[in-house]
């Protein structure tokens, strides 16, 4: 399981947005001495504090360092809906490099730990190195990839289908990441605040917990997930991690795979 030691110097940040872009990207020798040249700002974000809010016009981007962040709207109400998770390594709002007004919100789930990527240093660093200027644009792609999977989760599953597609989501990405420990990982998320990413009631979250956990697909207690069965959970959200686009080689996402800890089975 990754180490959650603070990462603090440049060196360390620049390290974590190399790693990120290289889990779909290729960079060379030059381009990581370019991505080196930034001068990130470190941040501790409180649980529950915004980063960003709709109508900013923020001047950096965000590196996530450790914990988890999430994207929401806010309505007149007061009413929120959560858009996506984010966690350690991702890039939440690069959009905001070319998009100047924010039309979302961005705030902490847990405490976090951010980086601070200054716009004017990210344009300088596409200019001397195309290439991590595609990598970075491939990025808001997949970003893209993964709302569009969360509209068709929203508008075609059932309530138990779509958690289970959520957790399947969150898990997937955990693992390729190096976050997960075996067949268990972190998830910060209250009921209300799955509800407020699925558009369910706390009522429809909790049943269908309760259903997935009586199943022997999934559990979640103490802001841990722990997968039970990753056969049967997949199956439950015919969960298919293609929009991810991740390693689809790695032997934990082919088809059929488990993706629990080596050697142990879950099914």
């Excluded at 289970?164 to 190096?178: I, K, P, S």
Aim: glycine share 8%; hydrophobic share 40%; net charge positive.
């Amino acid at each position: 399981m990754a180490s959650h030691a603070r990462i603090s110097s440049s060196g360390q940040i620049t390290g974590v947005l190399v790693r990120t872009l290289r889990r779909h990207s290729q960079l060379t020798a030059a381009d990581v001495r370019v991505i080196a040249e930034l001068r990130p700002h470190r941040k501790t974000i409180g649980r529950g504090q915004d980063i960003v809010r709709q109508g900013d016009r923020p001047k950096s981007s965000v590196l996530v360092l450790r914990g988890t962040l999430g994207r929401y709207h806010t309505f007149a109400a007061g009413m929120r809906q959560y858009l996506q998770l984010h966690i350690e390594g991702d890039l939440p709002d690069l959009q905001s490099l070319f998009l100047h007004v924010m039309d979302h919100s961005l705030a902490a789930i847990e405490e976090a730990e951010i980086a601070l990527l200054p716009h004017g240093e990210l344009r300088n660093l596409i200019l001397k190195a195309p290439q991590v200027g595609f990598a970075l644009w491939r990025h808001t792609l997949i970003d893209a990839s993964i709302f569009r999977q969360a509209i068709t989760n929203q508008g075609l599953r059932s309530a138990p289908e779509r958690v289970a597609h959520f957790l399947c989501q969150h898990f997937a990405l955990t693992r390729e990441f190096g976050l997960a420990d075996g067949s268990t990982c972190s998830f910060p998320l209250n009921q209300q605040q799955i509800g407020q990413f699925l558009g369910l009631s706390i009522v429809s979250v909790n049943r269908a917990l309760q259903a997935l956990r009586k199943d022997g697909c999934a559990e979640l207690a103490a802001g841990k997930l722990r997968i039970l069965s990753w056969h049967r959970i997949s199956s439950k959200a015919a969960f298919d991690p293609t929009y991810l686009h991740l390693n689809l080689q790695a032997p934990h996402l082919r088809a059929g795979a488990d993706l629990g800890a080596p050697g142990r089975s879950l099914a």
